[in-house]
């Protein structure tokens, strides 16, 4: 009964989770007698009750109001750049559009631009990480988010539902449990030194049987000095656990475990491991090994799979790249799977049974230093590391009231007021009244903390309260950048009232660009979702005439990380956006250039590589094979998707949705099978439905034949394609005879081509500006959680047009966002 009670208390400390009432514009009138006839005369027939091209309805639109603002900007940009109504429909009048535009800005600045939205799954996760001061993957039983314009920071998309409320009450009930005030440790710490011994390390860990942990396979070798040997395993060898815990009945609760650990290899030439860290069902890390480093988990028992013999815990050493060792022959002892590029993974060949001792065998091993393990992990809090001084706790109002503001002041990343501070001591009273411990209540009470508005949205940066808002600024600049709440140094500015300084701004965003966690926790999640990079990559052995839909996992990753290096090289170096499009440079490992036919490149990092002139790919983007790979469909690199994935990202003029009784276009099925691409585009087109995109598209998607499946350059190509089974994987086959690609097409200005090399360059002449103005779009939506509107667009052209005669320098453009009113909330 306790626990049902104090969930009731717990949802009464809740906010109302209930959405506003639209607000509405100021000048009604206009609407009725300007905009709304102009929209009945010259748009209802393509978006209204009858027909809604692009899934746009605008006759049930009433005045400006918030909710259709994405709407009335897209009304706006169409109309400014006299883009709609199409050329071959009746025109508005000059005088038409202005009356409209002018009613539009007004209504926009009268609305004002402030907005706030809730975290998102990764900031959620980070944000609880950073409160508890627990390393565990929060994020990882939180349903994925909804997507605005493919971006998971939009707030239209982040609102909040009876079930993902749910959701997160489970998460918040876990997080809060894996912490202590007052209580015991529930577990000892089992801990083994390895570095001092001589012979076999496996004794060392008997006394682990007695606390319930199955050993199972641990290290047999150990170098004197250095620590036990961790044998390295090749790609598709099985892992093997170290060893297992028995949970606890309940298999609820936190296991922690640490690793002190370093690599270790006889030969010169050898390189670092890739060690592999799963516990359960999960593997929680991948990382190469090139010193010595502690690594430190934690692990919720009810996210993961626990086996017959309990969580089993495996430490995995592996060479992932293809190597030789000076004095040793190579032998390609790959399977067909384990191929990262066809070329096969070499290794040494060498007799075990001859070569007993690690010092004969050319491999690396990973050095085991140290062991930690709590298997009943309970944290005290505020953990040592904040080094925050509290005075003695002790089961009394006054360290519960400590306690509690610290934790709301983080949980809030800010300090928070004295109302706020008043509803949850007041709640912590009531559950101590209740009967519930100096820990239990507090946790409860935390809890109710991690639900409340406070925690689980940003703040708005417009905020009336001056001290919530210059924190706003420091959550959202500090969220893009890094990932996680602002740190000390931000939150020190923000108190001070000294961080919307522009000096100071562009010093602090500086600062966390360059920041390590920048790189996974703002260039990859916006690279991936700017340029659609989840989609699958198509690898194909041609030797062996199939394409493998499991992918070969050493070129997928590095065909990906050439596009992810690539982008964030042009960011670090402050390089001019034309870079994106063209250049004579990328980034390239030893798989890549092999793929490329590159030679003289060794080791598996990526690093600039300046381009051959006769490599007629050239630099940029679009010439990346992960790009073209993954904008293949059923096998052949697909005009549409190139076409219609360069209007969106390159182009700034994203196509109309597809109308819904349109089908797919299948080139497999019945004659079209006998086609070549450009006779079935040509027959697509035929259709009235498929030609408003098709003809703008399909020119553009010519452009990038020379480019086959896996995204390597290519002369020529079959006269048409079919598809076929070959050992359960899908084959795709040339038919008839080849000929010379045909790149000839046209941009949507009417600017012809005849390679893709002239392309590139028209691209580069004329629609560089679009492209920009694309990007810094996204830039806007990621930074702000919405569509950039009226206002922001002008704010966007002043910062295009401030940079114009630098080459618009990619670095320069986003700090610029940071500035901005829409980012500042002025």
Same mark, same amino acid.
């Given at each position: ?34 905009? %709304? ?10 978006? *209204? ?5 692009? !899934? ?179 790609? %598709? ?74 969580? *089993? ?10 190597? =030789? ?63 925050? #001084? ?43 009244? #209740? ?81 390590? !966690? ?78 490329? =036919?590159?030679?003289?490149?060794? *080791? ?21 094979? =992960? ?124 600017? =012809? ?52 005669? %630098? ?20």
């Amino acid at each position: 009964m306790r626990k049902a009670k104090s969930i009731v208390l717990l949802l009464t400390a809740l906010p109302v989770l209930a959405a506003s009432a639209a607000e509405t514009g100021i000048d009604g009138k206009t609407f009725k007698e300007v905009v %709304k006839p102009m929209l009945d005369k010259y748009c209802i027939s393509c978006h *209204g009750p009858d027909k809604q091209k692009a !899934r746009l309805r605008y006759d049930q639109m009433d005045g400006f109001r918030t909710s259709d603002r994405h709407l009335w900007t897209a009304i706006h940009e169409q109309l400014s750049e006299e883009e709609m109504p199409p050329e071959d429909e009746p025109q508005p009048a000059s005088a038409e559009r202005k009356k409209v535009l002018a009613w539009l800005e007004k209504e926009q600045r009268a609305l004002g631009a402030g907005s706030t939205r809730r975290l998102n799954r990764r900031e959620f996760g980070a944000a609880l990480q950073d409160v508890t001061g627990l390393s565990v993957d929060f994020a990882y039983t939180i349903p994925g988010d909804s997507k605005v314009d493919g971006f998971d920071t939009g707030a239209e998309a982040l609102q909040d539902a009876a079930d993902s409320v749910s959701q997160l009450m489970e998460v918040t009930r876990r997080a809060v449990e894996g912490i202590r005030f007052l209580e015991p440790a529930p577990s000892d710490i089992l801990k083994v030194d390895l570095v001092n011994v001589e012979k076999d390390p496996h004794k060392l860990f008997d006394p682990w049987k007695e606390a319930g942990i199955n050993l199972e396979k641990l290290p047999r070798i150990a170098k004197p000095g250095l620590g036990a040997l961790v044998e390295p395993k090749w790609p %598709k060898d099985r892992s093997s656990n170290l060893f297992s815990i028995s949970p606890p009945p309940d298999e609820q609760g936190l296991v922690r475990v640490k690793f002190s650990i370093a690599s270790y290899s006889a030969f010169p030439g050898v390189p670092d491991p890739i060690l592999w860290v799963k516990i359960g069902s999960r593997v929680l890390d991948r990382q190469e090994i090139t010193g010595p480093m502690d690594l430190e988990y934690q692990v919720q028992l009810e996210d993961t799979i626990i086996g017959k013999k309990g969580l *089993g815990i495996a430490l995995t050493p592996r060479v992932e790249i293809a190597y =030789g060792v000076k004095g040793f022959a190579n032998e390609d002892r790959s399977k067909p799977q384990d191929l990262p590029d066809g070329a096969g993974l070499f290794r040494p060949v060498w007799d075990k049974k001859k070569l007993r001792t690690p010092e004969q065998q050319p491999r690396p091993f990973v050095v085991l230093k140290q062991v930690e393990l709590e298997p009943r992990y309970v944290a005290a809090w505020p953990p040592a590391r904040w080094n925050v #001084d509290l005075g003695e706790i002790g089961d009394n109002p006054e360290s519960a009231e400590k306690l509690l503001t610290l934790w709301m002041d983080r949980a809030y990343r800010r300090p928070a007021t004295a109302i706020e501070r008043k509803r949850f001591s007041t709640f912590y009273k009531r559950l101590r009244g #209740d009967g519930m411990t100096f820990d239990q209540a507090l946790r409860s009470t935390f809890q109710s903390v991690l639900m409340s508005s406070p925690f689980r949205y940003l703040d708005s940066t417009a905020h009336e309260d001056k001290v919530i808002a210059e924190h706003a600024v420091a959550s959202r600049l500090s969220f893009m950048l890094v990932g996680a709440p602002p740190d000390a140094e931000l939150r020190k500015l923000a108190i001070s009232g000294k961080l919307r300084r522009p000096e100071v701004l562009k010093t602090q965003a500086d600062r966390l660009l360059k920041d390590v !966690r920048s790189d996974r926790a703002f260039l990859r999640p916006f690279v991936t979702q700017w340029l659609e990079m989840e989609q699958p990559i198509t690898l194909v052995d041609d030797r062996r005439g199939k394409a493998s839909y499991h992918f070969r996992r050493f070129l997928q990753d590095s065909m990906r990380e050439e596009t992810y290096t690539y982008v964030g090289r042009i960011l670090s170096d402050n390089r001019p956006a034309r870079e994106l499009i063209t250049s004579d440079w990328t980034m390239m490992n030893n798989t890549l250039a092999r793929h490329y =036919g590159y030679e003289g490149i060794e *080791g598996g990092h990526l690093r600039k590589v300046k381009l051959r002139k006769d490599d007629k790919r050239g630099g940029g983007i679009m010439s990346h094979a =992960g790009i073209q790979s993954m904008l293949c469909w059923m096998g052949d690199n697909w005009v549409i998707y190139r076409g219609a994935w360069t209007a969106r990202h390159i182009l700034d003029d994203p196509p109309q949705l597809p109308p819904l009784e349109v089908p797919e276009l299948d080139p497999t099925a019945g004659d079209n099978k006998y086609l070549t691409a450009r006779e079935l585009m040509a027959q697509h087109r035929e259709d009235r439905n498929c030609s408003v995109c098709h003809t703008k598209l399909d020119p553009i998607g010519f452009a990038f034949q020379n480019f086959d499946i896996s995204g390597r350059w290519r002369d020529v190509e079959y006269e048409s394609y079919i598809v076929d089974e070959l050992d359960s994987n899908i084959a795709w086959r040339g038919k008839g005879k080849t000929r010379a690609v045909d790149t000839a097409g046209e941009l949507p200005g009417g600017e =012809g081509f005849r390679s893709y090399d002239e392309f590139k360059k028209v691209v580069v002449k004329d629609y560089q500006k679009d492209m920009v103005q694309g990007l810094m779009k996204k830039f806007m939506l990621y930074a702000t959680g919405r569509k950039p509107d009226i206002d922001d667009m002008a704010e966007i052209e002043r910062i295009m047009e401030t940079n114009a005669a %630098k080459g618009y320098p990619l670095r320069e453009m986003l700090l610029a966002i940071f500035q901005t009113e829409a980012f500042l909330g002025h």
